[in-house]
């Protein structure tokens, strides 16, 4: 009830570019191509067999759940009525819920194998359709609830038959404010499919329509250009290169900028309607609400990071001096700066360095991530339709699958993998460590997880480089890291806080609009040395958390989470790991904030933002110094 979603489960992905997998590339004659799925080895998919083993299976319980929508009606109206009704309807609520995730996501992760499968679509929209009715039906309870009498709700409370659910309503009625009437939920929850439009015709615009045709690369080979091998080609030591992929797979962004802009100014208005329906000050203080988070927070970030800019800039001119460039562009800031170092690492040796880099979590972190990783929780590289870049996604039933693009070139995707491995297994923790209610992690502490495993593989590197020239290009890596995911996305963060404020004003969103509010950050983040192309300014049109407005900005607080945690548990001891690991079992037991403070670090506090930003500008006059 408290966790109602009935929708295919948020996964957590990254959206950074640096995170962006690169495929491996299947030679034909000259041209370079993805395999069709079919072709794909069954060793190198994921087994969602811990879900469902078969179609037939999920079918079954398909039809067990649309069958358990019409047991919501026996308690309308009841709910108040004694504690015993009440624990029985959130028994049968949580009950649903269940099955709903272990079917939501089944069928969500069958459609990012190949979003051209029309098969796998359907199963995915009659998914979202039942969970639209299961919406509607169970629309009255949280109204139904809140219109209990504060004294008769605090007897139900007293009682010990309701232990289990005293958290869940404790954090419903905070949204008192913000529930509305039986019809007027009702009539919310029936817009749910509508109010996906604009995302989902964004993704499919993105993911399966777009062609960016073919470039050649520094070797004379036929590359097909898509959204994984772009970073694969900005990372190419030929500027022309570079330059050419950069600019013909923007050509397609800019002739589609009419139909991306509306897509995202649909998600914006739908956005700031749902706020306004329910009360809240703002778009962006709904979205922070559930997690009790103080918008001074988000806007907390923003300051931080634009106080430290100089320091970007900075980085910047190393990077373009260092390079020998009479100017820098966007292209030109994934290449590695030594580009002499080659790092080369099969999947088995990725996961062998990730799990040395995780010894100091323990033996049964590293355990179960080695089962996992060796086995088949990830679905590990590109193929036709497949669904770009990388994510996470866990449930209470199955086991925390790892969807995957890797490169064996890109020392990034080794990154990439430890930043989804530790999503997996915070909720491998979560899941054995709490009750169904309270598994299941918010995005906020689930971005500490991630980079957390970042941190101490970056360590590991580091410590282990064979000499300066070596540990020189782990710096500069590691620089590019945190420029990508705490600097850029406070950047995306600043964009959606913008945007979203023009519509609350009533200000058009336009092509121009956008683009004009999306030069100014770009200017601003990259600084007067820096030549922002035309091109760039359609970055705003491609990056999908766009469509869950005021996410990214977790990415920047997780990093910062991350970095003083890894501190804390490489220079600590028992206590400090266990706080560590007590926090990845702690799945939503508490508020965001509240398990970070559980953990060491306070996220109020601009402290944990600043100290990554003084890294930052120390690792920039290491780097400045080696070479």
């Not at 000050?281 to 800019?309: G, H, W």
């Not at 980085?315 to 373009?320: A, H, N, P």
């Not at 990154?415 to 906020?444: C, D, K, V």
Request: a negative charge; aromatic letters at 10%.
């Amino acid at each position: 009830m408290y966790r109602r979603t009935l929708h295919i489960r948020g996964y957590i992905a990254t959206a950074c570019l640096t995170h962006v997998s690169i495929p491996p590339l299947v030679m034909s004659m000259s041209t370079a191509t993805l395999p069709d799925r079919k072709d794909v080895p069954a060793e190198d998919t994921w087994d969602l067999s811990s879900l469902y083993a078969s179609q037939e299976q999920w079918e079954s319980d398909f039809t067990k759940l649309d069958s358990m929508i019409v047991g919501f009606e026996k308690y309308r109206g009841k709910l108040g009525e004694s504690v015993g009704t009440l624990v029985e309807a959130l028994d049968f609520d949580s009950s649903f819920d269940r099955l709903a995730e272990r079917l939501g996501t089944f069928a969500f992760l069958k459609t990012t194998e190949d979003q051209g499968n029309s098969d796998f679509q359907a199963t995915k929209s009659r998914f979202q359709n039942l969970s639209m009715r299961a919406s509607q039906a169970a629309s009255y309870m949280r109204p139904e609830l809140l219109a209990i009498d504060e004294t008769t709700m605090a007897s139900f409370m007293a009682d010990p038959r309701l232990a289990l659910y005293r958290l869940q309503l404790d954090r419903m009625l905070r949204f008192r404010p913000h529930t509305l009437s039986d019809r007027e939920e009702r009539l919310l929850a029936m817009q749910g499919e509508m109010s996906s439009a604009a995302n989902n015709a964004f993704r499919q615009l993105n993911d399966a329509d777009l062609r960016f045709g073919v470039v050649e690369d520094h070797e004379g080979r036929k590359i097909e250009l898509s959204h994984a091998t772009f970073a694969q080609l900005l990372i190419s030591p030929s500027r022309d290169v570079r330059r050419t992929a950069f600019t013909q797979y923007y050509k397609q962004f800019s002739d589609h900028e009419n139909t991306l802009a509306a897509t995202l100014t649909g998600s914006i208005h739908r956005d700031v309607y749902y706020a306004k329906a329910r009360n809240y000050k703002s778009s962006l203080e709904s979205s922070l609400f559930p997690d009790n988070v103080p918008t001074d927070v988000y806007n907390s970030l923003i300051s931080s990071v634009r106080a430290s800019l100089p320091a970007v800039h900075q980085y910047l001119d190393v990077r373009r001096r260092k390079m020998k460039l009479d100017d820098l562009h966007h292209y030109d800031t994934y290449v590695p700066i030594l580009s002499g170092i080659k790092k080369h690492h099969t999947w088995d040796q990725a996961v062998d360095v990730i799990l040395t880099s995780l010894q100091p979590l323990g033996s049964e972190y590293v355990g179960v991530l080695s089962e996992g990783l060796r086995g088949r929780w990830s679905d590990r590289f590109p193929n036709r339709g497949k669904q770009s870049g990388a994510f996470s996604c866990g449930s209470f039933d199955g086991d925390p699958y790892i969807l995957m693009n890797f490169k064996e070139e890109v020392l990034n995707d080794v990154f990439t993998l430890t930043h989804e491995a530790g999503h997996s297994m915070h909720s491998w923790y979560s899941s054995r460590s709490q009750p169904f209610q309270y598994y299941n992690y918010t995005i906020f502490v689930a971005e500490v997880a991630s980079t957390f495993n970042e941190q101490l593989l970056a360590e590991h590197l580091m410590k282990n480089a064979a000499d300066d020239s070596e540990r020189a290009f782990l710096i500069n890596n590691e620089l590019d890291s945190i420029r990508a995911t705490l600097v850029r996305q406070t950047m995306f963060a600043e964009f959606e806080k913008r945007t979203h404020e023009m519509a609350e004003a009533g200000e058009p969103l336009t092509v121009q609009s956008l683009r004009s509010v999306y030069r100014e950050l770009l200017d601003a983040y990259f600084g007067p040395e820096f030549v922002v192309d035309k091109e760039l300014e359609l970055e705003c049109f491609r990056i999908p958390h766009f469509y869950r407005a005021f996410y990214v900005y977790k990415y920047a607080t997780g990093l910062s989470a991350a970095v003083a945690l890894a501190r804390r548990v490489l220079e600590g001891g028992e206590q400090e790991l266990k706080d560590y690991l007590g926090f990845l079992s702690g799945g939503c037991s508490l508020d965001p904030l509240d398990l970070l403070r559980s953990a060491g670090v306070d996220m109020a506090s601009p402290e944990p933002v600043q100290t990554t930003l003084r890294r930052f500008a120390d690792l920039t006059n290491e780097l400045d110094s080696l070479i």
